[in-house]
């Protein structure tokens, strides 16, 4: 990476939302310092593929691609092929996904996910490994094995490096498996800073120091939930947009905690129930400001980068705002992307590292 602290704002569309050249040359020319895509109804490193001659400087990355969905030996064929077309820019975002989606719509193995997910990138590191030093490719675990490596099918080494991967977490048995063997975090936007403080950042802690590791070389990247835009009216648009967003996630048991420790227990109880009444509007009406408050920064667009600086970064080494719309992305053109804290006293504003 590309950028371990960025100081520039990164941003995360769904592909979906223009054609992917035009998309990607836009986000390069309004100043982002980065394109994350999602992983829903399109490849994220396919599309990326596409995107990355129309933004040739920038960082280009998923957030997240679904790996349980495919073998380690899938995804590594992939991503090493995007950092050799890309020339080293590729951040891996990887994430679990659920169990209905990988067993019902990949129609594939589902079980303890954080374990799974320690044994998944380590089989992409040992695969890479073999490919960078010709040595036999010898890993056997409990939900992967990749034995065989022939020159065949061996492309070597990767001049670029291998693409750093990202773990997303929303839990923190995932947070800690992301501090053991990733090169960084991913939080998911359905979190608030307490969670993050309590609980995410504790479990990383854990986790880099049962592999020995430091802080310094690792990364922490925030989607967090905003509501802005250049008018009131996209504005409150926009917080309504995000309460829907907060009652969606809310009533998902797997997020629960996010709202437990706030003490907001009863309030996903009420939203898991309405979710299973298919009463999706009913489910918007019963998150209240408070919760949108502490889930969201509500801030006109021009001010949202020193906004999202000042709230994330005491945690994040990057943060991606995330544009759902066409006219959401629009919003950002003229706004600054540069984040206050982290420019230099000369003006040029980097912080940027390559490794």
Partial sequence: MNSRRSDTLDVTVDPG???????????????????????????PLMMLAAASSSAPTIDLGTSVFVAFGRSPMVTAIAANDLQTLTGGRVVLGVGSQVKPHITRRFSMPWSSPADRMREYVSAMRAIWRSWATSEPLDF???FYTH?????MFDPGPNAFG????????????????????ADGLLVHSFVTQEYLRTVLVPAVDEGLAAAGRSRADFTVMTTPMIATGTSDAQIAEAREFVRGQIAFYGSTPAYRGALDIHGWSGLHERLHALSRQGAWEQMRANVPDEVVDEFALTVPVDQAAAALDER?????????????????????????????SRQTSSGSGSTRRRS
Avoid: Y
């Avoid at 919003?331 to 600054?336: C, D, F, I, T, Y």
């Fill in 140 to 142: 056997a675990g409990e």
């Fill in 162 to 181: 291998n693409p750093p991967v990202i773990v997303a977490g929303v839990g923190p048995r995932m947070a800690r498996v992301a501090g053991e063997i």
């Fill in 17 to 43: 939302i223009g054609p992917i050249g035009e998309l990607s040359a836009a986000i390069e020319e309004h100043g982002f310092g980065g394109l994350f895509l999602g992983e829903t109804c399109h490849d």
């Fill in 312 to 340: 994330w970064s005491w945690v994040a080494d990057r943060i991606s705002v995330t544009a759902t719309t066409s006219q959401a992305l629009a919003a950002w053109e003229s706004a600054p992307k540069r984040l206050p």
């Fill in 147 to 151: 034995t065989l490596m022939t020159p």
